[in-house]
């Protein structure tokens, strides 16, 4: 017998759902709105603590993976009100074991009782990478995830998802995310930037490696799954790599992270939510990026809008801590200051910088959303006279 699970939500949300889409679209192609979009990123971690769940029971089984997601889409569209578009024809689903990456790889992954999982080192010493051959795209871990995404596309039909009683479908999908960085890092750890030093011919061998597996992997999975054509890549990510200088950078990962975007051109997003500040050029003029999708709260915001607003898109910024731990009417001067120095020129989403805290109270959320009201259109000034290119990005509930 199916498990049913009900979605309710007030009617004037379903209503809102293309208002949320065409203030979205706007956004990305720099056009004024009638306020700057709020869409906060609720991982699930934020989601098992509300409801009273674990790590633990998320990672149990492919069915319970797969309930556990449902049951935190579930409390996300009722308990959270922002501007990503609720999913009322179809909910998206892939094998969920956090952000772990190189897991192609024959790494080791450490569990834990009450955390997502972790990837341990894999190279020791500089002269481990002589060994590292490329792997197969469906060995390491990378078998336990297609192993449970087999699974749970067997477990659909066991759940009736409805919000407001019209029915979900549940699609089930699997992609390859990171990029060469955080795979670099994975694998090293630490390491990774004393031997960038020590040892750089190494370390630009290692790069080669894990870019071309990633490519590699990316293609296995699309043939898996009958993906054909180009299309848009889930974001690149770049973190750890804000630890190092803009020569090493340029030097160590560009070149990699440019080499999937020759293959995967469209719509360039990016992930890197450090302190970013002395990065912001290259990631701008060496690496072309469309849209950063986390902006960590340790960038110097008026750095950020002097170099980035109206040339590429935006989404963060907010600290966890402050949503956390402030007030509403702490809150709301903050957001202003954001939206008055971020997105003077649209092309900017606020959200938090990055990744919202356990139990941040719904009040001070809500006030995020007020800020965002009072500050009205957030384009006040002339777009600049070269912007970054736009409209061939479309949205996507993975923001």
Known sequence: MKERIDITVPDGELKRNSKKQERLRKTFHFEPTDRVPVVFEVQQAVALAARGSSFSTYLRSPRDNLREQILNYKWRCENIR???PLETEALH???????QRGVEFPVEIAWTENEAPKVQPLLHQPEDIDSLTLPVPDGGFNATRIRWYRDMCLLIDDFDV???GTSIELQLTLDQRGGPVPAAFALCGSNLFLWMLTDPDRVHRLMDIVTRSHLRCIQFLDEMLGRTGRRHLPEV???TGEMVSPEHFRSFFVPHVKKIWEKYDQWKTYHMCGKIDHLLDILLDDLEIDFLNGVGFPVDRRILGEKWAGKLVMRGGLHPDTLLKSTPAAIIPEVLDYINTVG???GYILSDGYGLAPGTPMENLNAVLEASRQAGCPIRQKLPAVAKKTGSYLFTPSL
């Not at 689903?93 to 952000?99: L, Q, R, S, V």
Request: avoid cysteine.
């Open 344 to 346: 003077v020129h649209g």
């Open 82 to 84: 922002d501007d990503r």
């Open 237 to 239: 990510g770049g973190d």
């Open 93 to 99: 689903i892939e094998p969920d074991f956090g952000a």
């Open 162 to 164: 409805r919000i407001n």
